[in-house]
């Protein structure tokens, strides 16, 4: 079984930062992108940024500038540091992989995490 464990949520005040962490684990033979996604309440669930297997990354308009994703394949771990951060990043952030599970299932996959909560106060 393939999971994905978040960690790095929390208070903030407006103006500060935090770098949210996830790791999967167990039985992977590759990973594809990797990316963060955030619900607010009563909101839809929104990408907030996404990085492939090569680097490549994509961000959406709301945190360009201030917030950056990163990840060590070796460890298959994906990053968030989230600078400058406003109110109206107030969510559950969620962790999200592509990957190709390994034996015995073998096959693709699209896994979750379960959310960390950062909040952001005025």
């Known amino acids: 079984q393939v999971q994905l464990v978040e960690s790095g949520g929390g208070l903030v005040q407006a103006g500060g930062s935090l770098r949210l962490s996830c790791a999967a684990s167990g039985s992977i033979f590759s990973i594809n992108a990797m990316g963060w996604y955030r619900q607010a309440p009563g909101k839809q669930r929104e990408l907030v940024a996404v990085i492939t297997s090569g680097g490549s990354t994509n961000y959406a308009d709301s945190v360009k500038g201030r917030i950056t994703i990163s990840r060590d394949n070796a460890k298959n771990t994906v990053y968030l540091q989230m600078n400058s951060l406003k109110p109206e990043d107030t969510a559950v952030y969620f962790c999200?992989?592509?990957?190709?599970?390994?034996?015995?299932?073998?096959?693709?996959?699209?896994?979750w995490g379960q959310g960390t909560l950062v909040t952001v106060s005025s």
């Open positions: 999200n992989a592509d990957l190709r599970s390994g034996w015995p299932l073998n096959r693709n996959l699209e896994v």
